[in-house]
């Protein structure tokens, strides 16, 4: 299986900042990389595939970048409703795995 | 809009079964594979199964192979997810999700989940 490593598992950030989560496979992924959100009580919510490209509806300061075994999640400016944990996953192959989970505090 | 409702969530002693729901609505269903995901509590994401469009093709995380059979009923627009022997490490909420238009592998749209508790 594929094992998925996130980094930081928690930070503090407050509003405006730019926050970076890095997401690593433990083998080529290709670009087979997708990011959500998830808020405390709430399902997950997709934000970005295929490494970079934004899912509709996600604000613009959300981006990602990378490929084969490393890959960032950037928010820029961060706001009031970014507080939650991210996840990465990958879906080049089966079983498809998840980080972690980085939790983005204030 | 597209909407996914999870429903048949519980309270089952370990060993026993349940049938989850998946309820789909904006979308033509049997265009889409869908994907159920769990996370117990406190805890992260956990793939556990994928079904094709057409319900030939489906996929099986290690942990639930040969205890949960995910089906759909295109004529319904509905996802199930059998669930037999369970075990208390099922204890989870259950996730269904939608499938990307551009990737059968992408996650789209989520439901609200259904909670599990394995438990004597």
């Known amino acids: 299986d594929i094992q998925m490593t996130q980094s930081p598992s928690s930070l503090s950030a407050s509003v405006g900042d730019r926050v970076t989560i890095t997401c690593r496979a433990s083998?080529?992924?290709?670009?087979?990389l997708a990011w959500f959100q998830q808020k405390p009580g709430k399902a997950p919510k997709s934000l970005i595939y295929a490494a970079s490209s934004l899912q509709s509806g996600v604000p613009s300061r959300f981006s990602g970048s990378g490929s084969g075994t490393d890959f960032t999640l950037t928010v820029n400016s961060l706001q009031p409703e970014d507080f939650a944990t991210y996840y990465c996953?990958?879906?080049?192959?089966?079983?498809?795995?998840f980080g972690q989970g980085t939790k983005v505090e204030i | 809009e597209v909407q996914v409702l999870e429903s048949g969530g519980g309270l089952v002693q370990p060993g026993g079964s349940l049938r989850l729901s998946c309820a789909a609505s904006?979308?033509?269903?049997?265009?889409?594979?869908m994907i159920w995901v769990r996370q117990a509590p406190g805890k992260g994401l956990e793939w556990v199964s994928t079904?094709?469009?057409?319900?030939?093709?489906?996929f099986y995380a290690d942990s639930v192979k040969g205890r949960f059979t995910i089906s759909r009923d295109n004529s319904r627009n509905t996802l199930f997810l059998q669930m037999n022997s369970l075990r208390v490490e099922d204890t989870a909420i259950y996730y269904c999700?939608?499938?990307?238009?551009?990737?059968?592998?992408?996650?789209?749209?989520w439901g609200q989940g259904t909670l599990v508790t394995v438990s004597s």
């Open positions: 083998q080529d992924i290709s670009n087979f």
């Open positions: 996953q990958q879906y080049n192959s089966y079983p498809w795995t």
């Open positions: 904006g979308f033509t269903f049997s265009s889409y594979a």
């Open positions: 079904i094709s469009g057409s319900g030939s093709t489906t």
């Open positions: 999700a939608k499938t990307h238009p551009r990737s059968s592998s992408v996650f789209d749209y």
